[in-house]
């Protein structure tokens, strides 16, 4: 029998005193609610979108056990701003197994994107990162997840333990069915100091300062023999400066499609 540890949830009031202490926070979901002002049904309704996400057709490990969609943001006061469709980048230095290339995943839809709690969503998790590092224009790419036990085992950071070179990670838990794993790790950058955890509650979240914490989730493996399961999740990364590949030759042009 594999033990299970408890998230370290905090209060909303304390979201930013935790995540300048430690370098990451946890929410519980009633927490998520409240500090993004927005019923729990307003967030429950995002969730149908992750019965309609695309395979990953990247995966180098030759997995079928992961389906995401993307998009991308310019966040700037009190504007939320959609950029043309572009493809994901990561150095090899953040992404040892899948940096270096630009990936073109399916585009977000508007069944998720129009739902009113969206843009509070994507604000709230750039307002994070100006309150760490001041008021900017934030570049904030988002990523729906499905990761299901396919094959007998799912995994969630098949690059291992990482950091993602932005400067503020948020990882909402939106699902959980019929699996064991899903263990979140967050381990100090330069140290040796980690906790470890596993969200279990819809729409809890996990908020990372990516320059000061490196993390990973461990795999997950079906709860029966034969029963899918599968872990869904919404990651949200925030970055000054432009996207991550905007300085990398074949770059897109800014503006352009």
Same mark, same amino acid.
């Given at each position: 029998?594999?033990?299970?540890?408890? &998230?370290?949830?905090?209060? &909303? %009031?304390?979201?930013? +005193?935790?995540?300048? #202490?430690?370098? *990451?926070?946890?929410?519980?979901?009633?927490?998520?609610?409240?500090?993004?002002?927005?019923? &729990?049904?307003?967030?429950?309704?995002?969730?149908?979108?992750?019965?309609?996400?695309?395979?990953?057709? *990247? $995966?180098?490990?030759?997995?079928? *056990?992961?389906?995401?969609?993307?998009?991308?943001?310019?966040?700037?006061?009190?504007?939320?701003?959609? !950029? &043309?469709?572009? +493809? #994901?980048?990561?150095?090899?230095?953040? =992404?040892?197994? #899948?940096?270096?290339?630009?990936?073109?995943?399916?585009?977000?839809? /508007?069944?998720? @994107?129009?739902?009113?709690?969206?843009?509070?969503?994507?604000? %709230?998790?750039?307002?994070? +990162?100006? +309150?760490?590092?001041?008021?900017?224009?934030?570049? !904030?790419?988002? #990523?729906?997840?499905?990761?299901? @036990?396919?094959?007998?085992?799912?995994?969630? @950071? /098949?690059?291992?333990?990482?950091?993602?070179?932005?400067?503020?990670?948020? !990882?909402?838990?939106?699902?959980?069915?019929?699996?064991?794993?899903?263990?979140?790790?967050?381990?100090?950058?330069?140290?040796? =100091?980690?906790?470890?955890?596993?969200?279990?509650?819809?729409?809890? $979240?996990?908020?990372?300062?990516?320059?000061?914490?490196?993390?990973?989730?461990?795999?997950?493996?079906?709860?029966?023999?034969? !029963?899918?399961?599968?872990?869904?999740?919404?990651? $949200?990364?925030?970055? %000054?400066?432009?996207?991550?590949?905007?300085?990398?030759?074949?770059?897109?042009?800014?503006?352009?499609?």
């Amino acid at each position: 029998m594999t033990t299970t540890f408890a &998230p370290p949830t905090v209060a &909303p %009031a304390e979201l930013l +005193a935790t995540l300048r #202490h430690q370098g *990451y926070a946890v929410l519980d979901a009633a927490g998520v609610s409240a500090w993004l002002g927005v019923p &729990p049904a307003a967030l429950q309704a995002l969730q149908p979108a992750w019965d309609d996400l695309p395979p990953d057709e *990247y $995966l180098k490990d030759g997995g079928r *056990y992961r389906r995401r969609r993307h998009g991308c943001y310019r966040i700037e006061g009190d504007q939320v701003q959609p !950029v &043309p469709h572009r +493809a #994901h980048y990561q150095p090899v230095e953040y =992404n040892a197994l #899948h940096g270096g290339m630009r990936r073109w995943f399916a585009p977000l839809t /508007p069944a998720l @994107t129009a739902q009113p709690a969206w843009p509070r969503l994507l604000h %709230a998790v750039a307002d994070v +990162a100006g +309150a760490l590092r001041g008021p900017q224009p934030w570049f !904030v790419e988002a #990523h729906p997840f499905r990761i299901d @036990t396919t094959g007998g085992i799912g995994r969630p @950071t /098949p690059e291992g333990a990482h950091r993602d070179g932005v400067d503020v990670v948020a !990882v909402f838990l939106v699902a959980r069915h019929a699996i064991k794993g899903g263990e979140s790790r967050v381990f100090a950058a330069d140290g040796p =100091n980690g906790q470890r955890f596993t969200l279990t509650e819809p729409w809890s $979240l996990l908020l990372l300062d990516d320059l000061r914490v490196i993390h990973e989730t461990t795999p997950i493996q079906p709860l029966q023999p034969g !029963v899918p399961g599968w872990r869904d999740t919404l990651v $949200l990364t925030v970055r %000054a400066g432009g996207f991550l590949g905007d300085d990398e030759p074949g770059a897109p042009v800014a503006g352009s499609a």
